[in-house]
């Protein structure tokens, strides 16, 4: 690699970087998907793939569309921040510079280096249109670079969606999909392989792509997105040797009810809770190459099974109660009326707003909550609620459950205009401390739109 690809690297790698939040989608200024998540020194790095609208230069619009890689890492889930460009298409020695299809990558570590592993389309040699997919490796001392690409691709395969795996006794095993889903032992210097691709096999009928490897408690899990009828679900084999034979186990989540076809995933254990990242199209309702990275907590039964996971607007991690606890992407909701929706459908990168509203018949007391809202340890003086009414009415915030103990009540003249309300907490709440779930109540009126909540 020669020294200006070294330095563009490098400078990307140390971008200025941007501080993003929690719920889902966890990256909230940008698509990305297929998610790639790994603790490395007490951070959880996430590896996604960088979906972009097609440029000028790229011929297909309805099609994915990638030209680099970022990475992003957070220290309690919560807050993500966002390392820059590590890989791109114009850089990478053997990338094909206008082709746009840097698809799902992965990362790991080994021998004090960090490997990024992606796949892409290489330069045609002369004369040549297509040169089909290559899996390429760049190398890094820290988890977010800078990364130094290798000049060639993996030799001996081709295809997608890369997995590096890491046995308890150091071997690297890669997954990918190429003629169906294949895997191979790796030799130690994690460029080359040290055994002929296996081909999974006894899974049901399906298209299968996406695979991600990884053990718990002596099981092996390789674990896939899965076409069943028209889109994928995520399913899984389980086995007790690395290279199978694999059982097949069924979907540890069901296909999306948006339009995406796609789904892709990982799994991180932080704490000793696992944790599935995996991408929906939250931002781009009507066009599903243009995905969001969500991450939802994953549980396992006593024989190791996966239970399967129902995605939330939620999301993962304990929310402070002093910033701003977007309460729209909530984790329960009463039966009716209510919906998490665009503040402003021209730009879903505006964020959502929960609404809440009653009919002339109905007249129920609607509600949302939000779990793991961290009270601290200070006392709290107010709250505040960023809220839209059209008649106004009475909302109130409660801790723990809809009739647990009152924080605070905000009696709203109605005017359709956005407005931040924000009024004394009740007397005797003013020490909550601590982790409770949050409950925001309309007691009274018939239409409110609320965005944030916050408590100082
Ligand atoms: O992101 C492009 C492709 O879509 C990935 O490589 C697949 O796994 C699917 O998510």
Not at 26 to 48: E, M, Q
Not at 261 to 288: C, R
Not at 317 to 322: H, M, Q
Not at 406 to 435: H, M, P, R, S, Y
Request: glycine share 8%; aromatic share 14%.
């Amino acid at each position: 690699m020669n020294l200006s690809r070294i330095l563009l690297t490098a400078a990307a790698a140390l971008l200025s970087s941007i501080s993003l939040s929690a719920q889902n989608p966890i990256i909230r200024d940008d698509f990305s998907a297929d998610p790639s998540a790994h603790l490395f020194n007490g951070r959880v790095y996430v590896y996604p793939s960088h979906d972009i609208p097609a440029p000028p230069d790229y011929y297909r619009r309805d099609w994915f569309c990638m030209a680099d890689y970022h990475v992003y890492s957070s220290d309690n889930l919560v807050d993500w921040v966002d390392h820059g460009v590590i890989v791109d298409q114009v850089t990478a020695p053997w990338v094909r510079d206008n082709g746009y299809s840097m698809w799902a990558p992965d990362c790991n570590f080994k021998n004090g280096k960090y490997y990024f592993y992606f796949p892409a389309g290489q330069k045609p040699k002369t004369g040549a249109f297509f040169a089909g997919n290559g899996i390429g490796v760049a190398v890094s001392d820290t988890p977010y670079g800078p990364f130094v690409c290798e000049e060639k691709p993996i030799q001996g395969i081709g295809g997608i969606d890369p997995c590096i795996f890491i046995d308890d006794d150091g071997t690297p095993y890669l997954a990918w999909s190429g003629r169906g889903l294949q895997l191979a032992r790796l030799k130690d210097n994690m460029l080359e392989l040290d055994s002929e691709p296996i081909t999974l096999t006894g899974i049901p009928r399906g298209q299968t792509e996406g695979p991600f490897l990884f053990k718990r408690n002596g099981k092996y899990y390789y674990t896939f997105p899965w076409v069943e009828d028209s889109r994928e679900a995520l399913a899984y084999c389980m086995s007790d040797n690395p290279l199978g034979p694999y059982e097949f186990k069924g979907k540890f989540m069901e296909q999306s009810e948006t339009i995406c076809w796609t789904n892709h995933h990982s799994f991180v254990e932080v704490d000793g809770q696992w944790i599935l990242f995996y991408h929906h199209n939250d931002y781009s309702p009507y066009f599903d190459k243009n995905r969001s990275v969500c991450a939802d907590y994953v549980g396992f039964n006593p024989d190791g099974t996966i239970i399967p996971v129902v995605p939330t607007l939620r999301g993962v991690g304990v929310t402070k109660a002093t910033s701003l606890i977007q309460i729209d992407r909530y984790s329960d909701k009463s039966e009716k009326y209510v919906a998490s929706e665009f503040v402003n459908a021209s730009n879903p990168f505006d964020g959502w707003k929960a609404v809440l509203w009653n009919t002339t018949q109905e007249k129920e007391p609607r509600w949302i909550s939000y779990n793991r809202v961290d009270f601290g340890k200070d006392k709290l003086n107010t709250a505040t609620v960023r809220l839209l009414s059209n008649a106004g009415g009475k909302l109130e915030l409660r801790a723990d459950s809809i009739d647990g103990p009152l924080l605070a009540q905000f009696n709203v003249n109605g005017n359709f205009l956005w407005v931040e309300k924000t009024v004394i907490l009740e007397q005797d709440i003013k020490d909550i401390k601590g982790i409770h779930d949050l409950y925001l109540l309309m007691t009274d009126g018939n239409h409110f739109e609320v965005d944030w909540v916050n408590f100082k």
